[in-house]
């Protein structure tokens, strides 16, 4: 059954993502962007012109782009169907290359940021939580409103003030390693395991205090409403009937604890799943104000640069990559609780 | 057990004036001030007032517990000579569970959702003895056989969304008598179920009660209840005890005014205003429905749900039909495709001889204004942000065509005739009871002069004494107006107050239908005689306890999606036979004018059978 | 177990206790407002002519009284730079004050165009469920699962980086939002007592809809629209940090920020803290305000 679940939600997820795939080839051709003229220049020639136009593939009818792009037309080459994301039309080289470089420094600063946000946010939350109303609560509640509605870039510039200007404690905004330091060989693609795996302490030690700053950012941001979420399913657990009638039957009081623990956990998980999605897309502020060359900055330099295949790549692999995070946390949230049905 | 032993009997648990308050943000709440109530060894005490009176407070507090942010503030709770107030949280825990249990009245958030129930008994069972993981399943199997739960091996492992109300409840008890506690305190232990099963449950916890030795603190709303099964009443009113003696002497003359208000309907009803010695009014049926069947679809599946098959009933002018049955029998399903507010899938439905079902809905505007409808819940009908006066000239200006002062006028006669008061007319409805809320959907219903009004269920959630009032206003409009009702209830002590006529349904079908002297007194067909008598009439004097209940209905309603081909009591009924099993039961007219769906009761089997 | 039915939300803190939040939360947006309204007119400079020295520090905290005094005095003729210069010489002052006017405007204009359109199509699917509504909701449900900042960046870089445009994208991307919430409080309250109700008087569907159902389903919509209007400054702010939201030199406070940015690891803070300050509280004052207006619903 468990199996059947999984299979038709990624039959659902092609789905959603093959729709919006189709949806943003055409928006962001109907839009009245004119990538030629950004590639030629506004003075150039009809001719040369032309050439780019042909270069690009835009002179052909935009079914027939279509049908290149998902690969379903063997003559034009291959497409998605493939698993081509197509050529940058800047650097000329595959997309799936390029995201395949960028994706791994965004997903490890979520995965760190996630990890050290619940790490602080969770406890904070079931503190706030145990006296409703009381001056922890308060001060808590206020705390995660304000963290949650923050502009991340700019608490970043002022992090980078603070900590790389004035103190002094954290290096220069300017990527996952500094200029000097050469990358460890590439074996999965995550700078701090391939340093592990290459053995160079020094060089994981690196990157983890070049991450020091956007990850202590995207924590604030993130800590504001995993707060909130925390404390109201902890608060709503704490005073389920379930748990006073555990109280009632003279149960001891690790396992009433126990008990409502499990019960706030399990809608948690879900929403930090919808978190974790969303921050896949908005990491790109904070990546632009370190310069860590993630996938939220390779978003920006292919909008930027009009560089369609590159747009189009950027947002297939950001909701497929969603998409399989929330089946994911769909799966644990099934485990927590057995009233949720696989259907 | 007899009541007035109580007093000599050693006091299990005793409360003295006790008091507790909530601190909320609008101010201060004290729902219980000084009250004071103590339970003798084996006494099954109940315990009456009021939703929101503090009853339930009142049980919490007898184990030293509050839900926050509410707060014991004095008082002594007496337990074997100490004090809950003076212990600390350890000693409570012990005692919690051990020696006083306790059961509510929603058993299933009560149950914690994520465990197995029978992990949930045997953590009790633990908390309270060294008993290993295995000796506690054992325990938990064993309870739950004691409270009656088929299969017990199996159901330990089930989850409490997969047992029904009933189940769910019987769990709870199990893993209250676990420990085999000295007192046992059941907060409205059955609100929720239904008759049928609710009679089958509070006979189930009494034996129990009777092979553990524990007391009981029986709270409840419904005086059918108490008068069944407790030896001892005490009346929770304003925060305090304001009555509290033996059962017969309290439901024989009743002391305190608000005693008396409570048992106001049941008086009357013992008074001889019953309907049940009227004549049915004669004449041409007003409403006449034939064959009505409805089946709803299961998304995602082609399976159906039969909520109506086949079913025949007409009402005549001035007359009321009631309509009972347990929930899921399509009583209110009737109702609303009486008024096209469900589309019946077959069947037809006249009014006056004119049709109504299959009409355009352009042409069916027209007859709302013949027949009207008061649902259930008096709170939900009425649109929150609309005033009285609005909600009263909706009617009117959809079929009439007064002037805006003779609207005005009506507003205030409607008003009058329902007994609200008239200068309320431009405040929101949100600040009056549900008895007044109620009164108001019946002034909507009766405003542009409607012949037939469709009662669902509507004094199904007031509180006793203000069913005696509406039921009366109801008898008065009839009077007046001519109407004529189809009272859909479960409560058979206010159909038999108002109606002339009664239907008795069960899984979608009519399974006998007569007047109420005739079913009320004699019921013929088997589901009948159950409902009949699991029904607990507030008289102390024939306790069910006392007597020897015949033999009744078994186990659980079908599914309707999966309804048996046969009869569809067959699988629960004590006079099923290979036959009942096998063929479908028409509804078949007996000599005295009733019509019953019953092979057997028809060729006279059951005759002396109850 | 049940209780009053008034002492039973015991959820979030006491309203009482809050208050103080809600007031900040008022004075905020109420400046903000004011400064959209009126800015051009209280202005020391023009804040889009860099006619000024540039990356100038702002005077020093203990030198305020005295500048004040002389301000008030006439002792001193030109204006002070209260927040300082930044490095095209802009007075930094007259654009943080001067931005409400660009920043609220989009983000209420997008919010209410989004709040209209959602509203409908959501009382529309919740109410009339059939196919058609139903495919409507499959393309909001394809719509919703853009990455919101990125298809936001997409939009108005290629459509052109113009006020309008901004105002559409955000609209766009809001409107499943508000589509959600209506219909699912519409599929509440159509099965609702007082909507048979209304049926049984012989109401026609299109009136049970507008007239009952409507008014009744607006809350959601009307609660998030405070979440949304701060979520859309910062939205705002963040394209033109990167370069895709409104041109220089329109006072923006995430394009001063940006301007900025460059300087601060130079240790020059003030040209990007001080807008930041003013979106900080903005922002904060909206959620404070949306956050008491959800309580205020709840109970």
């Known amino acids: 059954m468990v199996a059947r679940y999984i299979f038709r939600r990624i039959l659902v997820g092609t789905v959603q993502i093959l729709s919006l795939v189709i949806a943003v080839f055409f928006l962001i051709r109907l839009l009245p962007a004119d990538p030629v003229s950004r590639f030629v220049g506004l003075n150039s020639s009809a001719e040369a012109y032309a050439q780019a136009e042909r270069n690009l593939g835009l002179d052909r009818p935009l079914l027939t782009q279509l049908g290149h792009y998902l690969g379903v037309l063997p003559s034009e080459g291959p497409g998605l169907l493939q698993g081509s994301l197509g050529t940058s039309w800047v650097t000329g080289t595959p997309v799936l290359t390029e995201i395949g470089q960028a994706l791994p420094i965004t997903i490890e600063l979520l995965t760190f940021a996630f990890a050290v946000a619940l790490l602080i946010s969770v406890p904070v939350g079931m503190l706030a939580a145990l006296r409703p109303g009381g001056a922890a609560d308060r001060g808590v509640f206020a705390y995660s409103l304000f963290a949650g509605s923050q502009p991340e870039f700019w608490w970043g510039l002022l992090f980078v003030y603070v900590f790389f200007f004035v103190l002094g404690w954290a290096p220069a905004p300017l990527g996952v390693l500094s200029p000097l330091t050469s990358p460890p060989p590439p074996v999965t693609g995550f700078i701090t395991l391939d340093s592990l795996i290459a053995g160079r302490p020094d060089t994981l030690f690196e990157v983890l205090h070049h991450y020091m700053l956007p990850v202590a950012t995207m924590v604030f941001i993130l800590s504001g409403p995993i707060i909130k979420m925390v404390r109201q399913n902890m608060v709503r657990a704490l005073g389920s009937d379930f748990v006073l009638y555990a109280r009632c039957a003279g149960l001891p009081k690790g396992q009433v604890a126990r008990y409502a623990l499990r019960a706030a956990m399990a809608p948690s998980v879900t929403l930090i799943g919808i978190l974790y999605g969303f921050m896949l897309g908005g990491a790109v502020l904070i990546e632009s104000v370190f310069s860590l060359g993630g996938l939220g900055q390779y978003a920006i330099r292919s909008v930027l640069a009009f560089d369609y295949p590159a747009i189009q790549g950027v947002i297939l692999v950001i909701t497929a990559i969603s998409l399989l995070v929330y089946l994911a946390l769909d799966l644990i949230h099934a485990v927590i609780d057995p009233r949720v049905a696989y259907g | 057990m007899k009541a007035d032993v109580a007093a000599t009997q050693r006091t299990v648990l005793s409360v003295h004036n006790l008091r507790v308050r909530y601190d909320t943000p609008s101010g201060a709440v004290t729902p219980l001030r000084d009250f004071s109530l103590s339970i003798g060894e084996r006494e099954v005490v109940g315990l009456i007032g009021d939703a929101g009176s503090g009853k339930s407070t009142a049980a919490l507090a007898m184990m030293g517990l509050v839900r926050p942010p509410g707060r014991l503030i004095s008082g002594q709770v007496l337990f074997g000579g100490q004090d809950l107030m003076e212990m600390d949280e350890d000693q409570l825990r012990a005692l919690r569970g051990k020696d006083i249990g306790i059961i509510v ?91 049928t099963i609710q009679a089958q449950f509070l006979d189930q916890m009494w034996d129990s009660v009777q092979q553990t030795g524990s007391a009981i603190l029986l709270i409840s709303q419904d005086l059918g209840i108490i008068a069944n099964y407790c030896d001892r009443v005490a009346v929770l009113h304003d925060g305090r005890i304001v009555e509290d003696r033996p059962a017969r002497d309290f439901f024989a003359a009743p002391e305190h005014p608000y005693s008396r208000d409570i048992l106001g309907l049941q008086r009357a009803a013992a008074s001889g205003v019953a309907r049940t010695s009227e004549p049915v009014a004669p004449g041409e049926p007003l409403v006449e429905v034939t064959a009505l069947a409805k089946a709803f679809p299961i998304h995602g599946s082609d399976k159906v749900v039969q909520a109506l098959q086949s079913v025949d009933l007409s009402v005549g002018p001035g007359e009321t039909l009631g309509l ?27 009014y006056r001889g004119a049709p109504i079902s299959g009409i355009p809905k352009e042409a069916l505007r027209a007859f709302r204004r013949k027949i009207q409808i008061v649902f259930q819940d008096p709170y939900d009908s009425l649109n929150p942000r609309w005033t009285i006066r609005r909600v009263l000239q909706e009617p009117l200006d ?59 269920e509507p004094t199904s959630v007031l509180a006793p004494q203000a069913v005696t009032g509406l039921i009366a206003l109801l008898r008065k409009l009839q009077k007046e107006l001519g109407l004529s009702y189809l009272f859909i209830s479960h409560d058979l002590t206010t159909v038999r107050f108002l109606c002339h006529r009664v239907a008795v349904m069960y899984l979608g079908q009519i399974v006998e239908v007569g007047r109420v002297g005739q079913v009320f007194e004699d019921p013929q067909h088997p589901y009948a005689r159950a409902l009949l008598s699991a029904h607990l009439f507030p008289d102390p004097t024939r306790r069910r306890v006392d007597q020897d209940v015949p033999e009744s209905l078994s186990g659980e309603i079908p599914s309707p999606v999966d309804l048996p081909r046969g009869c569809y009591l067959a699988g629960r009924c004590p006079f099923a036979v290979d036959r009942c099993r096998s063929e479908a039961q028409p509804l078949v007219a007996l000599e005295d004018g009733r019509q019953v769906r019953c092979w057997r009761v028809i060729e006279g089997d059951l005759e002396g059978a109850a | 177990m049940s209780l009053p039915a008034d002492l039973q939300r015991a959820e979030a803190p006491p309203a009482r206790r809050i208050d103080w939040l809600f007031w900040i939360g008022v004075s905020i947006v109420s400046v903000v407002v004011f400064l959209a309204l009126f800015a051009p007119y209280v202005v020391p400079y023009d804040p889009t002519l860099a006619a000024h020295r540039p990356s100038m520090p702002p005077p020093a905290l203990s030198d305020w009284p005295g500048l004040w005094w002389g301000r008030l005095t006439g002792a001193i003729e030109a204006p002070p730079h209260w927040f300082g210069t930044d490095a095209n010489g802009f007075d930094l002052f007259s654009r943080v004050i001067s931005a409400p006017r660009v920043d609220l405007t989009i983000a209420l204009v997008a919010n209410a165009l989004s709040l209209f359109l959602g509203v409908l199509l959501g009382l529309v699917a919740g109410y009339f469920r059939n196919l058609l509504t139903e495919g409507m909701m499959r393309v909001s449900d394809v719509l919703q699962s853009f990455p919101v900042f990125i298809s936001a960046m997409i939009l108005v870089a290629l459509a052109g980086r113009s006020t309008t445009n901004i105002v559409i994208a955000l609209a766009l991307l809001y409107t499943p939002i508000y589509i959600r919430l209506t219909r699912a409080e519409v599929m509440t309250q159509r099965v609702r007592g007082y909507v048979e109700a209304a049926r049984a008087l012989g109401n026609r569907e299109s009136v049970i809809a507008l007239r009952h159902v409507l008014p009744n389903s607006l809350a959601p919509a009307l609660i998030q629209s405070s979440v949304t209007i701060g979520f859309a400054i910062l939205l705002t702010a963040g394209l033109s940090f990167v370069g895709a939201g409104v041109r220089p030199p329109a006072p923006e406070w995430g394009l001063m920020i940006s301007t900025g940015a460059n300087q601060i690891i130079l240790g020059e803070w003030w040209p990007s803290v001080f807008p930041g300050i003013a979106i900080s509280l903005t922002v904060f004052g909206f959620a404070v305000l949306g956050n008491a207006l959800e309580r205020r619903y709840e109970s």
């Open chain 2, 324 to 350: 009972v049955g347990e929930s899921g029998s399509g009583k209110t399903t009737v109702g609303r495709c009486l008024l096209r507010l469900e589309e019946p899938t077959s069947g037809d439905i006249t």
């Open chain 2, 105 to 195: 009245q929603n058993p299933r958030s009560a149950l914690n959702p994520m465990l197995r129930i029978g992990r949930q008994i045997g953590n009790v069972y633990r908390a309270h003895s060294d008993a290993s993981a295995a000796a506690a399943r054992d325990r938990a199997i064993e309870m739950l056989r004691l409270v009656g739960i088929n299969d017990p091996e199996r159901r330990v492992a089930a989850y409490a969304h997969e047992l029904s109300g009933g189940m769910a409840q019987r769990a709870l008890i199990a893993m209250a008598l676990s420990s085999e506690p000295r007192l046992l305190i059941a907060d409205e232990p059955t609100s929720g179920l239904d008759v």
């Open chain 2, 398 to 456: 959809l079929h009439t065509r007064l002037g805006k002062a003779e609207k005005t006028a009506r507003i205030r006669d409607l008003l009058e005739m329902v007994g609200l008061d008239q200068a309320l007319i431009d405040d929101k409805p949100r600040g009056l009871g549900a008895s007044a809320m109620q009164r108001l959907n019946i002034a909507r219903a009766i405003a542009v002069d409607p012949e037939f009004i469709v009662l669902d």
